[in-house]
């Protein structure tokens, strides 16, 4: 499961590490690698699909430097998804804010993943729909 994800991640770095410049790229992995912890969503977090969310996650050991092309993509099962919740925003901001997707199926095995330059996954955590909220379940 975590090397499903390490090894998503590591692709995605190759793919976007080509376009930059030999030099700015060995700065980057210098001054890159950075994986800050999720705080939230949470093992005790539940989205309802259609509604804003702030991801957030702890900023105390930020690099002065990160690179851009931060975005949180959706996981399921521990696994990458298609799904991109966020992107092109600010990673020493500490938050961002997303829309739980109304196309996703209401279940317990979701979680996003932070990627700056390394991917870091969020626990597990839920997701129920409008009318699953509406009635409290
Ligand atoms: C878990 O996430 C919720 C929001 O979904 C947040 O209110 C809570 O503080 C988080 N718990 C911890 C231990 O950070
Ligand atoms: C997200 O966090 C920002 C900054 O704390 C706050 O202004 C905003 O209302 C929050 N949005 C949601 C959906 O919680
Ligand atoms: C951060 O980047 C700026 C602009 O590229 C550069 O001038 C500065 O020296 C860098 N700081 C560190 C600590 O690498
Ligand atoms: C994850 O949740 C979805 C939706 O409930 C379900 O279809 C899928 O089987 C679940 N996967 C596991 C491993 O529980």
């Avoid at 793919?15 to 950075?34: F, G, Y």
């Avoid at 690179?67 to 696994?79: C, M």
């Avoid at 600010?90 to 196309?103: A, F, N």
């Amino acid at each position: 499961m975590q090397f499903t994800l390490l090894a998503s991640a590591l692709a995605a770095f190759a793919a976007s590490a080509v376009s930059a410049s030999p030099v700015s790229n060995a700065a980057r992995m210098i001054l890159d690698v950075w994986a800050p912890t999720i705080i939230s969503p949470n093992a005790s977090t539940v989205w309802t699909e259609g509604q804003q969310y702030n991801v957030t996650w702890d900023t105390s050991n930020a690099p002065v430097n990160i690179s851009n092309g931060a975005s949180v993509r959706l996981g399921e099962d521990g696994q990458l998804t298609e799904t991109t919740l966020a992107s092109g925003f600010d990673l020493r901001q500490g938050w961002v804010t997303i829309t739980c997707p109304s196309d996703v199926i209401p279940g317990n095995n979701y979680s996003i993943i932070l990627f700056g330059d390394s991917g870091d996954q969020s626990e597990q955590f839920s997701i129920i729909s409008p009318m699953q909220s509406i009635l409290g379940l």
